[in-house]
């Protein structure tokens, strides 16, 4: 007969149970149901009959300790109606017993794509099949589904017939959840560890036998390979074989190590590799017995950091040790200096003159270029051993050790300028560079790296200030020069806020008057302690760190408004001539700061003349050339100062829009004595004429170099013959006098 496990609810609870149900409850615990069990009952004779109060007091205990029980116990009818439920069920459900008791099972408790299954179970039961162990779902009161494991029994009647069907369960919803969880965790961290590149393997400890491998081998080495020291050590550098051993240990004793070392691959190629080692399980008696090992490959890394190391101690353009390294190779040459005996060594510290030149004319592109090639070419020179390194820019240094000789190394410096001077041919130019070296020696007993580089910069400035292509030894004079330098720059940034500067003024005079058509503006420095300072202490300190600009807009402004105050009294003035310095004529914006001045002061462009050095106009031709067209396009004169001095060359003097060229005084020093600078200045008024250029010689001093020039029939000169530069109000006098600062045969008022 097929139960109804859903169904109407008219079968009621049965007072006096059935003496099988009792049997089969009484299964679970045993020992239970031998107590529970009365001494007249006979199970052979199950009809034997026993009072009602009797049965009602078993009855009583057995509910008891069935609602006591942790399990749930359910017992149905064979029509699958609800006969008991204990108080775990009830728990579990939320259902009373008064909600459930007869009602079928289906209707209440089942999901219904359960019931089919439920009546599959029912059949097998009433089959004889017993016990059965299933899993069902139970829907709660309030509509959860709860998994319980049950064990299902059918009581017999007397007999043999299915009576009744019990059943113990367990909610397991928790539990499977946990289970659910975990083997999902699993799965994730399996796939992980599968996903990863790198091998994770757990192997037992002593024994090294792999228990789990993510994946078989790492540069075609297996697990087993690598971690059985002696066939992998043979793989590993030789470096790191102790090493590796060493990093078991440490896992072993502190249970976790990490550790890189270089394999060779089955190809022969290095990679490092990285090891981490955590002791997973330990025995009874604390040692490991599992060890959780994790290779990962870092070559990239390795390479990735080897790469930064090297960019922070080497220079990317010429792949020469860079500044911190070479400094800390001269710290480790000063270690060695300071034992007995000491080992000496010299610092030679080398920069290419005119390389901005270069940079600027020809681009960096091309000067990047001469800057590898000479790195090249000092390495040739460099004694095995020793270090070369590039500071920046195109200045270089060489540490030379195990100098005995200020000779080797002055033989050393002539063989690198020599070298270095070598034409390069930079596409279609062909370039002479030169070099100007500072050379100190140790003997000089230095403590820092610091200062050897120093006092090695110091001379090479010496070098510089020499001329191209020199060199020259670091001496302690130098040094308190240098200091004295960076004194006065401090005092020129003083000087330039307390207005300690003045203008003095020199008269240049017409050759055929006498008369002063002109003054230039000179510079002085009005020092609180040294009084008054020549320009030349100060303006190429003033050019080398820039206050040449402020201070050459405040010359110009300042000569400008005396000219408008000699103007005011009356007092004509036909031109102002004022030196304009390299820096000032780089400036992107030295039209608009002359034309500003010039409106700003009021005084007329057609009566400025700006001077400039022949050096400093040829040094960057192209650009200058427009520079000073635009000058001379606002109707601003120009003047080529201490001409003769440079290397100009005469087919850029024609394209540039020059008024005047004033003939530098070393020349006109000797014109007297010495035939060769009679000539030069002859062939320099000569030149000057046919290029239709007025010419100007400076430092007239004596009426012998007066009747020279006159003979020559220049337009203009300037000399201490006429005046020395002199105050604004002694020009005053001058101008008022109005006389001439020479009688017509040559001799002075
Ligand atoms: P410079 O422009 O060639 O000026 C002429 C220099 O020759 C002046 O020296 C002047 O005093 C000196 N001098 C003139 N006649 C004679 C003479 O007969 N005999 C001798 N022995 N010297 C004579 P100072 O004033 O010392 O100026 C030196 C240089 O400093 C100037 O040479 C110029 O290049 C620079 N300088 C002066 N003032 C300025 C300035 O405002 N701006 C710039 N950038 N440079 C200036
Ligand atoms: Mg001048
Ligand atoms: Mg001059």
Redesign the pocket.
């Known amino acids: 007969m097929v139960p109804i496990i859903k169904a109407d609810r008219t079968n009621g609870y049965s007072p006096t149970p059935p003496s099988g149900l009792y049997l089969a409850l009484c299964r679970v615990p045993i020992t239970l149901a031998r107590y529970l069990m009365h001494p007249q009952f006979d199970p052979k004779q199950p009809d034997t009959p026993l009072t009602g109060a009797f049965w009602k007091k078993r009855h009583d205990l057995l509910a008891a300790v069935l609602d006591t029980a942790g399990v749930l116990v359910v017992v149905l009818d064979r029509q699958g109606r609800i006969v008991f439920f204990n108080r775990a069920s009830k728990q579990t459900t939320g259902y009373t017993t008064r909600e459930i008791k007869g009602c079928a099972i289906g209707d209440i408790l089942l999901l219904s794509e359960e019931v089919g299954s439920t009546l599959q179970i029912f059949e097998r039961l009433l089959a004889g099949e017993s016990p059965i162990t299933h899993e069902t779902f139970w829907l709660t009161k309030q509509g959860t589904p709860r998994l319980i494991a049950w064990t299902s029994t059918a009581l017999h009647d007397g007999a043999g017939e299915v009576e009744y069907l019990v059943g113990t369960g367990m909610d397991i919803t928790e539990r499977q959840q946990a289970e659910r969880d975990l083997r999902e965790s699993e799965t994730r961290f399996r796939t992980l560890a599968e996903q990863s590149p790198d091998i994770i393997y757990i192997v037992e400890h002593p024994s090294k036998r792999p228990l789990y491998l993510n994946r078989d081998s790492l540069l075609g080495y297996s697990v087993s390979e690598l971690e059985q020291p002696q066939e992998a050590l043979l793989a590993v550098h030789p470096e790191e074989r102790e090493e590796l051993r060493a990093h078991w240990q440490r896992v072993v004793d502190s249970g976790t190590d990490i550790f890189e070392f270089r394999l060779r691959d089955k190809e022969g190629q290095w990679e490092w590799v990285q090891s981490r080692k955590r002791v997973l399980t330990r025995g009874s008696n604390g040692k490991p017995t599992q060890i959780l090992g994790h290779l990962t490959l870092i070559t990239a890394r390795k390479d990735a950091e080897a790469q930064l190391r090297h960019n922070a101690l080497y220079d990317s353009l010429t792949e020469l040790p860079n500044r911190t390294l070479f400094l800390d190779r001269l710290t480790q040459a000063l270690e060695p200096a300071r034992r007995e005996p000491p080992i000496p060594f010299a610092v030679l510290c080398l920069d290419l003159d005119r390389f901005k030149v270069i940079n600027d004319s020809l681009g960096h592109a091309l000067g990047d270029h001469l800057l590898v090639t000479v790195a090249r070419r000092l390495e040739l020179c460099l004694p095995p051993g020793d270090t070369l390194a590039r500071l920046g820019g195109d200045e270089f240094v060489l540490l030379v050790e195990g100098v005995e000789r200020l000779s080797e190394i002055t033989h050393l410096a002539e063989r690198i300028r020599q070298t270095v001077a070598e034409p390069f041919a930079l596409r279609d130019h062909t370039v002479y560079p030169n070099a100007s070296i500072g050379i100190t020696l140790s003997t000089t007993n230095y403590d820092r790296a610091g200062d050897v580089l120093r006092d090695a910069e110091i001379a090479m400035y010496r070098a510089k200030s020499l001329g191209r292509g020199h060199y020259a030894v670091f001496d302690q004079a130098m040094h308190a020069y240098a200091l004295t330098l960076l004194r006065m720059e401090v005092d020129l940034r003083q000087a330039i806020e307390q207005e300690q500067f003045c203008?003095?003024y020199?008269p240049i005079v017409s050759l055929v008057t006498g008369q002063i058509v002109a003054v230039?503006?000179?510079?002085?420095w009005n020092h609180p302690q040294r009084g008054l300072v020549?320009?030349?202490e100060f303006?190429t300190l003033?050019?080398e760190t820039g206050l040449?600009v402020p201070?050459?807009e405040w010359?110009l402004r300042e000569a400008c408004k005396q000219g408008k105050i000699w103007g005011a009294k009356g007092l004509s003035l036909l031109c102002l001539s004022?030196?304009?310095?390299g820096c000032?004529l780089k400036q992107a914006n030295i039209v608009e700061m002359v034309e500003r001045v010039l409106r700003e002061t009021g005084w007329p462009p057609t009566q400025l003349k700006l001077?400039l050095?022949e050096s400093v106009i040829m040094e960057n031709a192209e650009s200058s050339i427009k520079t000073l067209q635009a000058l001379n396009d606002l109707g601003i004169g120009i003047s080529i100062?201490?001409f003769g001095m440079g290397y100009s060359s005469l087919s850029y003097l024609q394209r540039f829009p020059i008024d005047t060229l004033?003939i530098?005084?070393s020349f006109?020093?000797d014109v007297t004595l010495n035939s060769g600078d009679a000539a030069i200045t002859t062939a320099i008024i000569a030149l000057a004429r046919s290029l239709k250029l007025s010419v100007l010689p400076?430092?007239?001093?004596t009426e012998e170099q007066l009747r020279f020039i006159q003979a020559q029939r220049c337009d203009e000169m300037?000399?201490?013959?006429f005046s020395?530069?002199v105050p604004p109000e002694q020009i005053a006098n001058l101008l008022r006098e109005g006389r001439s600062l020479f009688n017509g045969n040559g001799r002075r008022h």
Do not use: C, M, W
Not at 578 to 581: A, C, E, P, R, T
Not at 698 to 701: D, F, I, L
Not at 718 to 721: E, S
């Open positions: 203008l003095y020199q230039e503006a000179l510079l002085r020549s320009p030349a303006i003033a050019e040449i201070i050459g010359v004022v030196n304009l310095s000032q001077e050095t100062d201490d004033k530098d005084r006109i020093r400076e430092g007239v001093e300037q000399g201490f013959l020395r530069p």
